[in-house]
């Protein structure tokens, strides 16, 4: 099938995947010509990824065709993508740290090379390819030593280093500051120069249209548009990455907002990761969304606040009185809440009963002063909660991994609503739910907040969020960056403040 | 930004950062002058070529643990395959000439570390699980073939190895001449070569590595297959020891080896870790017992010592990685 004609190199026509009864995208349309720098974009959720990943092989679409220079293509896996020249550089690094940087630019060819080392060459030939990307960075250097920027243009370096002809970044600037985003920036172009078209995936619109030639919007799993960058502004990108209507799915709330936060967090900063003088507060009855893009900051905004991350400075105020959480222990100890977002790895214990799963962080209530367990106190409140909950189960004994995702996502909530939590944390309250599920799961929230809890939700579903809370907090590079309230509430308002830029104004 | 070793001392804190980092060798070194100091016999040909002796078959039984570690794995298996392939030998020696005898042994090994290797690699056993299954395997085997007692050498080529096993070359023990070059043969093999780069590679990230194109599965599954050959190595040098092979020997040498190369400063995790210092690890094991010996401290108190050398050592290591 040569079709010497096109004027593309990489034609993605029709691509269509879904994961179970997901689908993630449909009928999308990518095409990229050669020596051109070509922008992905689109909200969290919306298939850039996966697109991505059908490009380099990790994933399989389920109908469509993928044509590079002519020829149709099918990657079955990684390996057999960047044979056919595509290379992705992934946000979480995927380095090996005990070996050189030099060891990791050529380690796709190490495993296919002769059985004896050829240092000398393969430092220099690293070292080459370093110096002609203008970074300083050692070739022989062990990749555990290095910056987190320097691991990131060994990433770059490691790419470039096979015969590549596409090149895909997936928020490669996340990391850099204003100087180094300048570095990379002279990096593309070169590349650029050099033929190899560059796939460049940034919720950072300035950088997009500095750098870009082209941009390709995604929404929803389906391409709202593809055009020339001269063709269009922030304004018109922005309009095609939003735009979904709200659906009938969120409870109609009627609860009364206390006045005094029964929760405040004065100039948080954490020691080891991004998050940077965050304040805020809720009030009891109140649901606060958190909203904002991945990689900034809400996570570990909770995680450090719930002491399972170290922090640097910053004040924590629970019912007016100053409060130190240096361990989850401590803040569990105060009645706060964490329901994280990865379910199966930190919310839930999967070989476990409900029961077992309920009642772990409720023993004081329900053991005697020696530390045995009333069995009937446990029973008691376990069924309580199941029935409460309407957790779907045929009794309290069922493990919790053989329940669907919405009834594990409830027996993780029910955890906390055990304890009577004065505030709680909800990290992406209904990822893998489904519909039904999600519903009563608002109700959920609804009626923790109804007993004057402050409920904090933190969401990339931007209908969801808009939904369910009374105030939106916009987090942008580890900060709040703006609070929108209800009557602000909008897609693009929420995604303005998500990439950092100001609120329309309108007169 | 390689320092060389007298900017290292001359940095503030350097000298403390030296020693940690270099922490298995001094260790090493302290322990000698300490032996030396207290006691006349320490420093006798006798004594050194006898713990040389001593510690060979553990040392190259360590040198498999390691390169097993290195993936992140574990072999639990080694001690009990010393006793399974010592009474193999013992009990093929008389049978076939002397070469062959050996050759079979060490293929043999090789099977066996292979099982546990298949079992790691492509049925994705946890490593700690299939090798513990092999260790209990392999010691009721070497009781049954052995009926329950140690089958003696009685050929000539028996005779050879033994004469071999207990004489030295240049002063030097040749068992122990055999454990240097594997520990040579590996220090080249990590450095040098690519296998030996990959099982590093693998042992720090093996999403990476897969991701790289590396077939990962495969040199999983060669680390335990050379593991179980060098314990077949290892088995005929301390069967050759003793002219016999005994289902009761290398009782708990696994836990030596893992202690061997803890102590060089190797991460359970993988990745981390260098045959120089395992060597360091086993010498020092072998000197704190023969030091012990030397001052007749009984076994049990040598036992708590070892234990709490492992902890000085470990903790030492966790100021390095900070």
Same mark, same amino acid.
């Given at each position: 099938?040569?079709?010497?004609?096109?004027?593309?190199?990489?034609?993605?026509?029709?691509?269509?995947?879904?994961?179970?009864?997901?689908?993630?995208?449909?009928?999308?349309?990518?095409?990229?010509?050669?020596?051109?720098?070509?922008?992905?974009?689109?909200?969290?959720?919306?298939?850039?990824?996966?697109?991505?990943?059908?490009?380099?092989?990790?994933?399989?679409?389920? #109908?469509?065709?993928?044509?590079?220079?002519?020829?149709?293509?099918?990657?079955?896996?990684?390996?057999?993508?960047?044979?056919?020249?595509?290379?992705?550089?992934?946000?979480?690094?995927?380095?090996?740290?005990?070996?050189?940087?030099?060891?990791?630019?050529?380690?796709?060819?190490?495993?296919?090379?002769?059985?004896?080392?050829?240092?000398?060459?393969?430092?220099?030939?690293?070292?080459?390819?370093?110096?002609?990307?203008?970074?300083?960075?050692?070739?022989?250097?062990?990749?555990?030593?290095?910056?987190?920027?320097?691991?990131?243009?060994?990433?770059?370096?490691?790419?470039?280093?096979?015969?590549?002809?596409?090149?895909?970044?997936?928020?490669?600037? #996340?990391?850099?500051?204003?100087?180094?985003?300048?570095?990379?920036?002279?990096?593309?172009?070169?590349?650029?120069?050099?033929?190899?078209?560059?796939?460049?995936?940034?919720?950072?619109?300035?950088?997009?249209?500095?750098?870009?030639?082209?941009?390709?919007?995604?929404?929803?799993?389906?391409?709202?548009?593809?055009?020339?960058?001269?063709?269009?502004?922030?304004?018109?990108?922005?309009?095609?990455?939003?735009?979904?209507?709200?659906?009938?799915?969120?409870?109609?709330?009627?609860?009364?907002?206390?006045?005094?936060?029964?929760?405040?967090?004065?100039?948080?900063?954490?020691?080891?990761?991004?998050?940077?003088?965050?304040?805020?507060?809720?009030?009891?009855?109140?649901?606060?969304?958190?909203?904002?893009?991945?990689?900034?900051?809400?996570?570990?905004?909770?995680?450090?606040?719930?002491?399972?991350?170290?922090?640097?400075?910053?004040?924590?105020?629970?019912?007016?009185?100053?409060?130190?959480?240096?361990?989850?222990?401590?803040?569990?100890?105060?009645?706060?809440?964490?329901?994280?977002?990865?379910?199966?790895?930190?919310?839930?214990?999967?070989?476990?009963?409900?029961?077992?799963?309920?009642?772990?962080?409720?023993?004081?209530?329900?053991?005697?002063?020696?530390?045995?367990?009333?069995?009937?106190?446990?029973?008691?409140?376990?069924?309580?909660?199941?029935?409460?909950?309407?957790?779907?189960?045929?009794?309290?004994?069922?493990?919790?991994?053989?329940?669907?995702?919405?009834?594990?996502?409830?027996?993780?909530?029910?955890?906390?609503?055990?304890?009577?939590?004065?505030?709680?944390?909800?990290?992406?309250? #209904?990822?893998?739910?489904?519909?039904?599920?999600?519903?009563?799961?608002?109700?959920?929230?609804?009626?923790?907040?109804?007993?004057?809890?402050?409920?904090?939700?933190?969401?990339?579903?931007?209908?969801?969020?808009?939904?369910?809370?009374?105030?939106?907090?916009?987090?942008?590079?580890?900060?709040?960056?703006?609070?929108?309230?209800?009557?602000?509430?909008?897609?693009?308002?929420?995604?303005?403040?998500?990439?950092?830029?100001?609120?329309?104004?309108?007169? | 930004?390689?320092?060389?070793?007298?900017?290292?001392?001359?940095?503030?804190?350097?000298?403390?950062?030296?020693?940690?980092?270099?922490?298995?060798?001094?260790?090493?070194?302290?322990?000698?002058?300490?032996?030396?100091?207290?006691?006349?016999?320490?420093?006798?040909?006798?004594?050194?070529?006898?713990?040389?002796?001593?510690?060979?078959?553990?040392?190259?039984?360590?040198?498999?643990?390691?390169?097993?570690?290195?993936?992140?794995?574990?072999?639990?298996?080694?001690?009990?395959?010393?006793?399974?392939?010592?009474?193999?030998?013992?009990?093929?020696?008389?049978?076939?000439?002397?070469?062959?005898?050996?050759?079979?042994?060490?293929?043999?090994?090789?099977?066996?570390?292979?099982?546990?290797? =298949?079992?790691?690699?492509?049925?994705?056993?946890?490593?700690?699980?299939?090798?513990?299954?092999?260790?209990?395997?392999?010691?009721?085997?070497?009781?049954?073939?052995?009926?329950?007692?140690?089958?003696?050498?009685?050929?000539?080529?028996?005779?050879?190895?033994?004469?071999?096993?207990?004489?030295?070359?240049?002063?030097?023990?040749?068992?122990?001449?055999?454990?240097?070059?594997?520990?040579?043969? #590996?220090?080249?093999?990590?450095?040098?070569?690519?296998?030996?780069?990959?099982?590093?590679?693998?042992?720090?990230?093996?999403?990476?590595?897969?991701?790289?194109?590396?077939?990962?599965?495969?040199?999983?599954?060669?680390? =335990?297959?050379?593991?179980?050959?060098?314990?077949?190595?290892?088995?005929?040098?301390?069967?050759?020891?003793?002219?016999?092979?005994?289902?009761?020997?290398?009782?708990?040498?696994?836990?030596?080896?893992?202690?061997?190369?803890?102590?060089?400063?190797?991460?359970?995790?993988?990745?981390?870790?260098?045959?120089?210092?395992?060597?360091?690890?086993?010498?020092?094991?072998?000197?704190?017992?023969?030091?012990?010996?030397?001052?007749?401290?009984?076994? =049990?108190?040598?036992?708590?010592?070892?234990?709490?050398?492992?902890?000085?050592?470990?903790?030492?290591?966790?100021?390095?990685?900070?």
């Amino acid at each position: 099938m040569k079709n010497s004609a096109s004027e593309y190199r990489l034609e993605m026509s029709g691509i269509s995947k879904s994961f179970g009864v997901v689908s993630v995208l449909k009928d999308v349309n990518l095409k990229v010509k050669s020596g051109e720098i070509h922008a992905l974009l689109g909200e969290n959720g919306a298939g850039k990824s996966t697109l991505i990943k059908i490009l380099s092989g990790v994933h399989q679409k389920d #109908t469509g065709t993928v044509v590079l220079d002519g020829e149709v293509i099918n990657p079955k896996n990684t390996h057999e993508g960047q044979v056919l020249g595509i290379n992705v550089v992934y946000q979480e690094l995927s380095l090996v740290n005990d070996l050189s940087v030099a060891e990791n630019i050529y380690l796709h060819k190490l495993g296919a090379s002769k059985s004896w080392m050829n240092w000398k060459g393969l430092i220099k030939d690293a070292q080459e390819l370093l110096d002609s990307l203008d970074f300083k960075i050692d070739a022989s250097a062990k990749v555990k030593n290095l910056s987190i920027v320097q691991k990131q243009v060994v990433e770059i370096a490691k790419a470039i280093s096979e015969d590549t002809k596409i090149l895909v970044l997936d928020e490669p600037t #996340t990391v850099f500051d204003p100087k180094d985003v300048k570095k990379l920036f002279q990096i593309l172009f070169k590349l650029k120069e050099q033929g190899i078209s560059i796939i460049y995936i940034s919720h950072h619109l300035d950088e997009v249209f500095k750098i870009a030639d082209t941009v390709t919007v995604l929404r929803d799993g389906v391409d709202t548009g593809s055009m020339p960058i001269a063709d269009t502004d922030k304004d018109g990108v922005i309009h095609l990455m939003i735009g979904r209507e709200l659906k009938d799915l969120y409870p109609k709330r009627d609860i009364k907002i206390g006045e005094v936060p029964i929760f405040q967090v004065k100039n948080l900063t954490a020691k080891e990761t991004m998050v940077n003088d965050v304040s805020f507060h809720v009030k009891p009855g109140e649901v606060l969304g958190i909203a904002g893009l991945g990689g900034s900051g809400r996570t570990e905004t909770a995680k450090l606040i719930f002491g399972a991350d170290k922090k640097k400075s910053g004040t924590l105020i629970l019912e007016g009185k100053e409060i130190k959480t240096n361990s989850p222990v401590d803040a569990a100890g105060y009645q706060i809440g964490f329901v994280s977002e990865d379910r199966k790895e930190e919310g839930v214990f999967l070989p476990l009963s409900i029961r077992r799963n309920i009642s772990v962080t409720s023993f004081k209530s329900i053991s005697s002063k020696l530390g045995f367990i009333n069995v009937e106190n446990e029973y008691k409140k376990v069924l309580g909660l199941i029935e409460k909950l309407n957790i779907k189960t045929p009794n309290s004994e069922v493990n919790v991994k053989n329940l669907s995702g919405g009834n594990q996502q409830k027996v993780a909530l029910a955890k906390w609503l055990s304890i009577d939590s004065k505030v709680i944390f909800i990290d992406e309250p #209904t990822r893998g739910v489904d519909v039904g599920a999600k519903i009563e799961i608002y109700n959920l929230i609804n009626e923790v907040a109804k007993k004057g809890v402050g409920v904090v939700v933190i969401s990339s579903d931007m209908p969801e969020i808009m939904g369910i809370s009374d105030r939106i907090l916009v987090m942008h590079e580890g900060t709040i960056y703006g609070e929108l309230q209800k009557q602000q509430f909008s897609e693009e308002n929420i995604l303005r403040y998500s990439i950092g830029e100001a609120l329309k104004q309108y007169n | 930004m390689a320092l060389t070793i007298k900017q290292q001392l001359s940095t503030p804190g350097g000298i403390l950062k030296f020693l940690v980092k270099y922490n298995t060798i001094f260790i090493f070194i302290l322990l000698v002058i300490f032996s030396a100091l207290i006691s006349d016999v320490f420093f006798t040909s006798v004594n050194l070529s006898n713990l040389l002796k001593q510690v060979s078959g553990i040392g190259i039984i360590s040198i498999g643990m390691l390169i097993v570690i290195l993936t992140g794995g574990i072999d639990l298996s080694v001690g009990s395959m010393v006793a399974l392939l010592a009474v193999t030998f013992a009990i093929l020696v008389n049978i076939f000439a002397l070469p062959l005898a050996i050759l079979m042994t060490i293929v043999i090994g090789f099977g066996l570390g292979s099982v546990s290797g =298949y079992l790691v690699a492509y049925q994705k056993m946890a490593p700690f699980v299939a090798t513990l299954a092999l260790m209990t395997i392999a010691r009721g085997l070497s009781f049954i073939y052995s009926k329950g007692s140690p089958v003696t050498f009685t050929t000539v080529g028996g005779k050879f190895m033994s004469d071999f096993a207990n004489n030295a070359t240049l002063g030097i023990p040749n068992i122990a001449i055999v454990f240097f070059i594997i520990v040579i043969c #590996t220090m080249v093999m990590l450095r040098y070569n690519v296998f030996g780069r990959l099982i590093i590679a693998i042992g720090s990230n093996e999403e990476a590595s897969r991701l790289s194109g590396i077939k990962v599965n495969k040199y999983k599954f060669l680390v =335990y297959a050379i593991s179980g050959a060098l314990a077949a190595t290892a088995a005929i040098i301390v069967a050759s020891r003793t002219n016999l092979g005994s289902p009761n020997m290398g009782m708990a040498w696994e836990l030596d080896a893992i202690a061997a190369v803890v102590i060089g400063g190797a991460s359970l995790n993988g990745g981390k870790g260098t045959a120089i210092n395992t060597l360091m690890g086993v010498l020092i094991l072998g000197l704190i017992g023969n030091i012990l010996n030397l001052l007749n401290v009984p076994s =049990y108190p040598q036992q708590v010592v070892k234990g709490a050398i492992i902890i000085f050592a470990v903790l030492l290591q966790r100021f390095e990685s900070k």
